[in-house]
T-cell receptor, first 112, second 118 residues
Framework: KQEVTQIPAALSVPEGENLVLNCSFT??????LQWFRQDPGKGLTSLLLIQSSQREQTSGRLNASLDKSSGRSTLYIAASQPGDSATYLCAVPGAGSYQLTFGKGTKLSVIP | GAVVSQHPSWVICKSGTSVKIECRSL??????MFWYRQFPKQSLMLMATSNEGSKATYEQGVEKDKFLINHASLTLSTLTVTSAHPEDSSFYIC??????????????FGPGTRLTVT
């Protein structure tokens, strides 16, 4: 059974700092990995999707990397802003299926 | 990106009544949609996989007679919580799967429905 772990559970940084969120998964036989953002009481917004054949994806100030062999992914946020404050979730499809297994998320607070 | 909508965004109902939640893919066709629930400060837990034109597949521990799923078209899936009880109060989120170039899929999520059972 796929298990996804995110570290840290919460993170507070001053505005302008660069930061890294970590995600690890137990079964490396994945098709892709997605990073999502969730604001309080809201649904999920897809940030980045990395295919299993890729090592990283970039979108604006966000960069996500994937190391399948070690079962790890990182989300790098450059020059953080207060608007980046949210919970960040990573998710991978389960073994042999497209159903997503989510980590518990990292709650990010960017202090002005 | 693709857009998924949910209706209603929030609902309050009395214990014992039934509530229907709609999930729509607005600009793409989705043969498969997923229903999740999320308790406060917890991550999303998959409840069931909804397949257009066939019966839904429920995760272990989810009562199929209580959470009725209908995927009648390629753009609409509904979740009906029957005989709702206060413990059913939760945040329900649907997602729809879109086929990408290259043959893999990406899931797009709806904004969620907050259900409160009094």
């Amino acid at each position: 059974k796929q298990e996804v772990t995110q570290i840290p559970a919460a993170l507070s940084v001053p505005e302008g700092e660069n930061l890294v969120l970590n995600c690890s998964f137990t079964d490396s036989a994945i098709y892709n990995l997605q990073w999502f953002r969730q604001d309080p009481g809201k649904g999920l917004t897809s940030l980045l999707l990395i295919q299993s054949s890729q090592r990283e994806q970039t979108s604006g100030r966000l960069n996500a990397s994937l190391d399948k062999s070690s079962g790890r992914s990182t989300l790098y946020i450059a020059a953080s802003q207060p608007g980046d404050s949210a919970t960040y979730l990573c998710a991978v499809p389960g073994a042999g299926s497209y159903q997503l297994t989510f980590g518990k998320g990292t709650k990010l607070s960017v202090i002005p | 990106g693709a857009v998924v909508s949910q209706h209603p965004s929030w609902v309050i109902c009395k214990s014992g009544t039934s509530v229907k939640i709609e999930c729509r893919s607005l600009d793409f066709q989705a043969t498969t949609m997923f229903w999740y629930r999320q308790f406060p400060k917890q991550s999303l837990m998959l409840m069931a996989t909804s397949n257009e034109g066939s019966k839904a597949t429920y995760e272990q521990g989810v009562e199929k007679d209580k959470f009725l799923i209908n995927h009648a078209s390629l753009t609409l899936s509904t979740l009906t919580v029957t005989s709702a009880h206060p413990e059913d109060s939760s945040f329900y989120i649907c997602s729809a799967r879109d086929l990408l170039a290259g043959g893999t899929y990406e899931q797009y999520f709806g904004p969620g429905t907050r259900l409160t059972v009094t």
